[in-house]
């Protein structure tokens, strides 16, 4: 059975489109060495109401994978049509970015945190449907699509669109809380926070953070594999019940 805990966005969303596609622009002269690559579009769950926006590093994987010579032959339009923005944002066929995410939730530690976050703040009470309750988002939208980091330039030639359309996607989602599973170390540039002392520690809350349209609650944390679940899990959920 199809479970369409994600759906789509509605077009048009012209400004995020548009820099979606400039985004696309840039990577034309690209030399990836022969790697696949993928773009993602911000997901937004079914039942979202605005408890919680999860916003990881980079994608690991995306349905809609391409190769810089599909790119510049075809055009970043078509990409961003037939591979950015899918169908069906979540549900148990190959085309969702988010396929298997319910089974992978019992065994990846990045959807294992987030599962218990969400149940454990009382965003959902149904586990077999808590994916729905949220928003998920990327700090660098465009990645190699396999279980690699991008290296430095890349990221350096996408970062400024990225950081522009992080802010778009926050005005558009409004989010009450947001938790970066990154790194204090790739979340400071997207927050403008040029001097991080102080916030070495594995969960960084930030309090009502200043977004200049809005002050969000907000927590920074390291991503789930580089520390044991429950506490991690217990340190976010301090970090957003302080000051609520």
């Not at 907000?218 to 991503?223: K, N």
């Amino acid at each position: 059975m199809k479970d369409d805990s994600f759906v789509p966005t509605e077009f048009p969303y012209t400004i995020l489109d548009s820099l979606t596609i400039l985004l696309l622009k840039q990577f034309k002269m690209y030399n990836s060495k022969g790697n696949n690559l993928c773009c993602s579009y911000m997901s937004v769950g079914q039942n979202y109401e605005n408890e919680l926006l999860v916003i990881a590093r980079e994608p690991f994987s995306w349905p809609g994978q391409f190769k810089i010579e599909e790119l510049n032959k075809m055009g970043p339009e078509y990409i961003f049509k037939t591979k950015v923005y899918p169908r069906t944002m979540f549900g148990n066929d190959s085309s969702s970015p988010f396929h298997n995410t319910l089974y992978y939730s019992r065994l990846d530690p990045f959807w294992c945190c987030v599962k218990e976050v969400v149940m454990k703040l009382g965003i959902c009470k149904n586990e077999s449907n808590w994916l729905s309750s949220i928003a998920l988002t990327y700090l660098y939208k465009i990645a190699f699509s396999s279980n690699r980091y991008l290296p430095p330039k890349p990221k350096e030639m996408q970062f400024e669109h990225c950081r522009e359309i992080l802010h778009l996607e926050l005005l558009k989602l409004r989010p009450k809380r947001i938790l970066f599973l990154t790194g204090m170390k790739h979340a400071q540039d997207f927050l403008y926070l040029s001097d991080c002392s102080g916030l070495e520690d594995c969960v960084c809350p930030l309090g009502h953070f200043d977004y200049e349209f809005d002050k969000i609650k907000t927590v920074v944390s390291v991503h789930p594999k580089k520390y044991p679940r429950k506490e991690l899990v217990d340190l976010i959920l301090n970090g957003f019940r302080n000051g609520f």
